[in-house]
């Protein structure tokens, strides 16, 4: 299958997910909460997609949800609120959210090969799973990332739903790290795809960004995430102990799951590997250490 082909599937599918949570939030019974109506119509539309990965034994028709997701979800949610539309830190929040949402979709477009090909890691977490594999694909790989995220929109929601402060130093700030934080994300996708172009085999990454740190791209990710807590801190602050969840959950996934699952991988395929592992910084950027003289 072509890669034009399959995201014109992946795109069917997503308009099909999007219409049946969409069909909630219109005609779906009153729950008395937005948030909840919110996060139902998310888990409707994860199932729509998860279907259409069964069906094409694809588990990677997923991947792209994460990014498409949060800017329709803000929209739904303003549009139901009905936040005043001069709602200045909103129109920030939502600048920084489609920011995002176009960095890392694009990414996901570029990269891309087509549905012949499938992310590594899902075959693994299936077969591990043995017989209870489709539960595996359906919690591990579709509703566990939807709720990750759904946790990182709470402060989009504090921002959209407490309206009487106004913007000030903390949204600057927060409007900074969202902004810097996605170009590192960008920066870093770059120089790893001008890398990959054209080193040898076996060779590990250790230039520009990714010599300050082994994951950028995690990095900056979870500094878009850190800054959607500081816009809701910035609206809500009697909410600090929730508006936060979403980004401690993205570094606490990075750190336990994604970040190991890529870091064997490395080990295993490149030799050189491990004495990147010994200089440069497992995810905050800073200055590598030295080599070893005479290190084997």
């Known amino acids: 299958m072509s890669k034009t082909e399959s995201i014109v599937r992946v795109g069917v599918a997503y308009l099909l997910a999007f219409g049946a949570g969409g069909a909630w939030l219109a005609w779906g019974p009153e729950t008395f909460s937005l948030l909840l109506d919110g996060l139902i119509a998310d888990l409707i539309a994860t199932l729509v997609v998860f279907a259409a990965s069964r069906l094409h034994k694809n588990s990677s028709f997923y991947d792209a949800y994460w990014s498409v997701l949060p800017p329709l979800l803000m929209i739904a949610w303003w549009v139901e609120i009905g936040t005043p539309a001069n709602s200045a830190r909103a129109w920030l929040v939502l600048g920084v959210v489609v920011f995002w949402s176009i960095r890392l979709t694009g990414n996901w477009l570029y990269a891309f090969p087509g549905l012949h090909h499938e992310d590594w890691r899902y075959p693994m977490l299936r077969a591990k799973a043995g017989k209870a594999e489709a539960l595996a694909d359906l919690m591990g790989i579709h509703v566990f990332p939807t709720l990750q995220v759904f946790a990182g929109m709470l402060p989009v929601y504090a921002v959209l739903t407490t309206t009487d402060r106004g913007i000030g130093w903390l949204d600057a700030l927060a409007l900074l790290i969202g902004i810097g934080a996605v170009t590192l994300s960008f920066v870093a996708d770059l120089q790893m795809y001008r890398f990959a172009a054209r080193r040898r085999p076996g060779q590990a990454m250790d230039r520009g960004l990714w010599s300050w740190s082994r994951h950028p791209n995690y990095f900056g990710e979870f500094g878009f995430w850190f800054a959607l807590g500081l816009f809701g801190l910035a609206a809500a602050p009697q909410h600090w102990w929730w508006v936060f969840l979403g980004a401690i959950g993205m570094v606490a996934m990075f750190q336990g799951a994604s970040i190991p699952m890529m870091e064997q991988r490395s ?18 950027p800073r200055p590598p250490r030295r080599a070893k003289v005479g290190a084997a």
Do not use: G, K
């Open 267 to 284: 080990l295993e395929r490149r030799p050189d590997y491990q004495e990147i592992i010994d200089r440069v910084p497992r995810f905050v």
